[in-house]
């Protein structure tokens, strides 16, 4: 590799559980990048709907009230942040209320819209580089992303990660509620769950997390050393 590492933008998406978070924000450490968490955006917006009383069932009323949220979003991935007309939301967000109804506002395409705009102008300031992860990085946000990886795992290992985090969580009603999530992610109109065609799929269901963050860091280093040597060449 040369000394002057190139600024390199990774995009992660995947349904939930499949380890896309503690993978982006170990990545994006390991390799001195930003990190960018695209659902605690939607969640933030959400929160913010159900704290102002809008009915989130209402596409039209949320599309109305969609700009007035101001959400920033701390980059570092040793201590990302999120907070909402400057208040902390980092754990009001994950909360049940919630996760039960993102998917309904994420959908709108206004709130998509908006919430895009503010990735793009996040990841184009990150000077040497970012890790995003969501559902539509690849396909929608940042199309010319240097590397798309797309997480994949069973229901079955995406249920119990996810009920380990929640002191007894009822695995079977885990999976049902994600299996009900990635269904309206993945059929929205607008820029539903998908991996772009040029994404490498991983299937995590029987990797370690130790190994999925080696494997991205490969990929990604892998990627740069092609990028180095194809410059090297044109240089010649
Ligand atoms: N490969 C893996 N094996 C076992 N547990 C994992 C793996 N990847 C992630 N986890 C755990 O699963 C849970 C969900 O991971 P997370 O990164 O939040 O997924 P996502 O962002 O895709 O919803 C976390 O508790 C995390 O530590
Ligand atoms: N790029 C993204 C990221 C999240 N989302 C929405 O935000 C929700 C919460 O995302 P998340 O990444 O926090 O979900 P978990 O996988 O952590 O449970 C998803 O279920 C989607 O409805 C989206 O629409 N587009």
Do not use: H
Request: net charge negative; proline share 3%.
């Amino acid at each position: 590799m040369s000394d002057t590492v190139e600024s390199v933008i990774v995009a992660i998406d995947g349904p939930s559980g499949t380890g896309k978070s503690s993978t982006s924000k170990a990545v994006a450490a390991a390799l001195g990048l930003s990190y960018l968490d695209t659902g605690a955006q939607y969640r933030a917006i959400t929160w913010w709907m159900i704290s102002n009383g809008v009915d989130t069932q209402d596409a039209a009323a949320i599309a109305t009230a969609a700009g007035k949220p101001v959400i920033v979003s701390g980059t570092d991935p040793a201590e990302p942040t999120i907070t909402v007309d400057g208040e902390d939301t980092s754990a009001a967000i994950r909360t049940q209320a919630v996760t039960s109804k993102v998917s309904a506002v994420s959908a709108v395409p206004e709130v998509r819209a908006l919430i895009t705009e503010l990735q793009r102008s996040i990841a184009a300031a990150a000077e040497k580089g970012i890790v995003v992860e969501g559902r539509d990085i690849g396909t929608t946000v940042l199309p010319d992303a240097d590397l798309k990886i797309f997480l994949t795992a069973s229901p079955e290992a995406r249920a119990a990660r996810r009920s380990g985090e929640i002191k007894g969580a009822d695995v079977a009603a885990t999976r049902e509620a994600l299996i009900k999530r990635d269904a309206a992610d993945s059929s929205r109109k607008t820029s539903p769950l998908a991996k772009a065609d040029d994404a490498v799929e991983v299937d995590t269901t029987a990797l370690t997390l130790q190994q999925v963050i080696e494997c991205v860091v490969s990929l990604v280093e892998e990627k740069r050393s092609a990028t180095d040597n194809a410059e090297k060449r044109a240089a010649r």
